[in-house]
């Protein structure tokens, strides 16, 4: 597979399906922020984690390629016209969400209570589960808005917000597990 085809130089590529668009298009946006994400859990995995963390991390990773992939699928080129799907994979669904929920109520039955928000940091795994919760933040951002004007399965809103949620709690236990302090964030009173 030759890397470099040189029909982006001009500042446009192509959605699954074949659809032209800008390379500043939404769907881009949002899929490349997807990209991004992905990275950064890449880097979290990286880093010494208990072995179930690492498990899942690599499950998201993958979901995370079939979600991008999802997104790159232009919807006026959904079917092909035989009636069947283009994109012929298994797509984020409930149970892609499930896990992440069961995930989540798992480590949280072993952390303390929360009482605070945290301020992001302690050890740079935690730091990296931060980044990564913020670039996801950022992709259910984008991807709500192409919601708003475009059509994308609702499933990827679910996934992104749930996995959010799961990286901040994937952070607090690593606090604990690399005993780092969470340190909360309390206002200054005027």
């Excluded at 890397?3 to 982006?8: E, F, S």
């Excluded at 929360?114 to 980044?131: D, E, K, Q």
């Excluded at 959010?164 to 009173?189: C, H, M």
Aim: glycine share 6%; charged share 25%.
């Amino acid at each position: 597979m030759k890397i470099y085809t040189k029909t982006g130089d001009k500042g446009k590529t192509s959605l699954f399906g074949g659809t032209r668009v800008p390379k500043y298009n939404l769907r881009i946006e949002a899929y490349g922020t997807v990209d991004e994400l992905n990275s950064y859990i890449g880097l979290i995995r990286d880093q010494e984690i208990d072995e179930n963390s690492f498990k899942i991390l690599l499950k998201i990773q993958h979901e995370l390629f079939t979600l991008g992939a999802m997104l790159a699928t232009s919807p006026e080129k959904e079917f092909l016209k035989s009636g069947k799907e283009r994109l012929n994979i298994n797509k984020i669904n409930e149970s892609s969400i499930t896990l992440l929920e069961n995930e989540i109520d798992i480590m949280n039955e072993s952390l303390p209570l929360m009482t605070n928000f945290v301020l992001p940091g302690g050890h740079t795994t935690v730091s990296y589960c931060h980044i990564s919760r913020c670039i996801c933040r950022r992709a259910e951002r984008i991807s709500t808005q192409l919601a708003d004007e475009s059509t994308i399965d609702t499933q990827i809103l679910v996934y992104l917000n749930r996995l959010s949620d799961y990286l901040f709690v994937l952070a607090r236990k690593l606090t604990i597990d690399n005993n780092a302090q969470e340190i909360p964030w309390i206002p200054e009173k005027k």
